[in-house]
């Protein structure tokens, strides 16, 4: 069973960085043209969101609201997904998931509904 553990979240000023990480245990690339990993986030009365996502390729998709300030890599040796957040926003405050989805279209990718597997969560608080 697929089980991914989050770290890293935490409170930072506007301006700031955070890096996230997700390890993921019994999970591997099964197929390289569907099967990618992801973050999500969920701010407090608003849906969850996609964030960013990559595949087995390295190709990634990001949301247009974090593209140029956040970037997603992974290391497959360690089975790690990671999450480099630079310049920070109040409006980034939310709970972040990682998640592991199957979509064949990257552009889909942001989708929830695409996710199979969920981790439990991070939260990263930005101030002012």
């Known amino acids: 069973q697929v089980q991914l553990v989050e770290s890293g979240g935490g409170s930072v000023q506007a301006g700031g960085s955070l890096r996230l990480s997700c390890v993921a245990s019994?999970?591997?690339?099964?197929?390289?043209?569907?099967?990618?990993m992801g973050w999500f986030r969920q701010a407090p009365g608003k849906e969850r969101e996609g964030v960013a996502t990559?595949?087995?390729?390295?190709?990634?998709v990001y949301a247009d609201s974090v593209k140029g300030r956040f970037t997603i890599s992974q290391d497959t040796a360690k089975n790690t997904l990671y999450l480099q957040m630079n310049s920070l926003k109040p409006e980034d405050t939310a709970l972040y998931y990682c998640?592991?989805?199957?979509?064949?279209?990257?552009?889909?990718?942001?989708?929830?509904?695409?996710?199979?597997?969920w981790g439990q969560g991070t939260q990263v608080t930005v101030s002012t």
């Open positions: 998640a592991t989805g199957v979509r064949f279209y990257s552009s889909y990718r942001l989708s929830s509904d695409a996710v199979t597997n």
């Open positions: 990559i595949d087995s390729s390295g190709r990634t």
């Open positions: 019994e999970y591997t690339y099964s197929n390289d043209l569907t099967d990618y």
